[in-house]
C-alpha cells in the first residue's frame, strides 16, 4: 500500500532523528580517545601495551552504534 505525503515525511523525519542519535553515539564515544591522544604532546611517542585488544573492543562499540 502506498502511503501518504504525511506518513512518509513522518518516516523521514524519524529516520534523521535516528541517524542524529547515532552520530551523537559516536561522537561521544570517540572525543574520549581523542582526549586520552592529546594529553602529554610533549612525548613523542604512546606507551600503549595490549592495544589490539582495546582498540578491537572500541571497533565492536562502534560497530554496535553504526549497524544497530
Known amino acids: 500500500a502506498d502511503k501518504t ?5 513522518n518516516k523521514w523525519r524519524q529516520r534523521i532523528l535516528e ?3 547515532k552520530l551523537k553515539k559516536l561522537y561521544n564515544a570517540i572525543k574520549p ?3 586520552n591522544l592529546k ?11 595490549n592495544r589490539i585488544g582495546v582498540i578491537e573492543k572500541f571497533e ?5 552504534i553504526v549497524y544497530k
Open 5 to 9: 505525503p504525511k506518513e512518509l515525511k
Open 19 to 21: 541517524q542524529e542519535e
Open 33 to 35: 580517545l581523542l582526549a
Open 39 to 49: 594529553q602529554n604532546p610533549e612525548k613523542e611517542y604512546i606507551l600503549w601495551p
Open 60 to 64: 565492536s562499540h562502534l560497530a554496535d
